[in-house]
């Protein structure tokens, strides 16, 4: 399917962000393909890789195709343990979008 947003309800603490709290907060995550998002430069770099025209080493770094991320974020708020009220900014993504 193509590049849209995901949920999944999440504790704080396994954000792996270093914050202390027990609450669950809904992280909201881009999933899908890219693959209908290309163009011309795309579908070029694709053909000078499988025919080689690309040094061996370059090649392992290109990406061939665009990627499914977020172009909008937002925050989230919670409670930590010591009943501080956190907010995390640009931690959710709104909304997404084929990039690259």
Same mark, same amino acid.
């Given at each position: 399917?193509?590049?849209?947003?995901?949920?999944?309800?999440?504790?704080?603490?396994?954000?792996?962000?270093?914050?202390?709290? !027990?609450?669950?907060?809904?992280?909201? +995550?881009?999933?899908? &393909?890219?693959?209908?998002?290309? =163009?011309?430069?795309?579908? @070029?770099?694709?053909?000078?890789?499988?025919?080689?025209?690309?040094?061996?080493?370059?090649?392992?770094?290109?990406?061939?195709?665009?990627?499914?991320?977020? !172009?909008?974020?937002?925050?989230?708020? +919670?409670?930590?343990? &010591?009943?501080?009220?956190?907010? =995390?900014?640009?931690?959710? @993504?709104?909304?997404?979008?084929?990039?690259?």
């Amino acid at each position: 399917r193509d590049c849209r947003v995901e949920k999944k309800e999440m504790k704080v603490r396994d954000l792996g962000l270093g914050f202390d709290s !027990d609450e669950i907060v809904l992280f909201k +995550f881009c999933v899908g &393909s890219c693959q209908s998002s290309r =163009i011309n430069y795309d579908l @070029a770099l694709n053909a000078l890789l499988e025919n080689g025209s690309l040094p061996r080493r370059v090649a392992r770094k290109v990406s061939r195709n665009p990627c499914c991320r977020p !172009d909008r974020y937002e925050p989230v708020s +919670f409670m930590d343990t &010591s009943t501080t009220w956190r907010t =995390i900014e640009s931690l959710s @993504a709104a909304s997404c979008m084929c990039i690259g």
